[in-house]
């Protein structure tokens, strides 16, 4: 029966934000004749599908001049394609992430996923695009990895490797020069995270009396019974006939 108690690690919304600040500090440079410096300019990026800015540059396109409505290019855009369950990353159920001193809080092992995701890149130019590729492509090897908090409160940690699939040019120039231009870049990634279920709660046995017959009763008891799991104590024996 599924878990009926709600709860939320927010482990694929944090996942989607770090993927987007990946690439939140892109510039492309701008230079004149002599190697001057004429233009810095930061990329934006926003999580948003592909379909809605290509709407949007052919209605720009359809303007006979420009206006102060057209997008400004370069820009970027990320988006989920799908998920999966990852059967080659499956793991024993009975491993146990045991949080705090006392050992109360655990997890038990996490479930395996594979999020495809989309970086879109849009310029105007080729030089641009190619100036964008190629501040990205030498940091995957195909993967580049970062470590998430995914459970802060049990201080459960998570390597999220995120891997580059391929680089797919989606559309050319316009070949009138009189037509509002563009190119499309995709960028195919996947980030292989692990979904941890809910917080399971257990008691730690402090005494443990055992019935031993004729020879009486054997009991043994951490000293002092307030003591945690990484704090100093003793164990008291006691043989009752």
């Known amino acids: 029966m599924i878990y009926t108690t709600p709860f939320y690690w927010q482990t694929i919304r944090n996942t989607i934000i770090v993927f987007g600040s990946i690439f939140s500090n892109i510039r492309i440079i701008k230079k004149e004749s002599q190697g001057n410096i004429i233009k810095d300019i ?6 948003s599908g592909k ?8 209605s720009d396109k359809a303007q006979t001049q420009v206006s102060p409505t057209q997008i400004d290019l370069p820009r970027m855009s990320f988006e989920i394609e799908n998920m999966a369950y990852d059967g080659d990353r499956k793991l024993s159920r009975n491993e146990r992430y045991i949080a705090g001193d006392d050992g109360i809080d655990y997890q038990i092992t996490p479930v395996p996923w594979n999020i495809s995701l989309k970086l879109h890149i849009y ?3 080729q030089e641009d695009m190619l100036q964008i590729i190629e501040q990205i492509l030498p940091f995957f090897t195909p993967n580049y990895t970062i ?3 995914v459970i802060p409160e049990l201080n459960i940690k998570q390597d999220i490797p995120f891997i580059l699939n391929s680089v797919n040019p989606e559309s050319q120039l316009s070949e009138s020069f009189d037509e509002y231009r563009y190119l499309i870049n995709s960028l195919d990634f996947t980030a292989k995270i692990a979904l941890f279920g809910p917080k399971e709660t257990t008691n ?3 005494t443990v009396d055992v019935d031993l017959g004729d020879l009486g009763n054997y009991t043994v008891a951490v000293t002092p019974s307030t003591a945690g799991r990484n704090d100093s104590y003793t164990l008291t024996e006691t043989i009752t006939p």
């Open 51 to 58: 379909e809605k800015y290509i709407k949007r540059f052919e």
């Open 123 to 125: 310029t105007k130019t």
């Open 147 to 149: 470590t998430l908090n």
């Open 42 to 47: 930061r990329v934006p990026i926003s999580y």
């Open 204 to 206: 730690i046995i402090k």
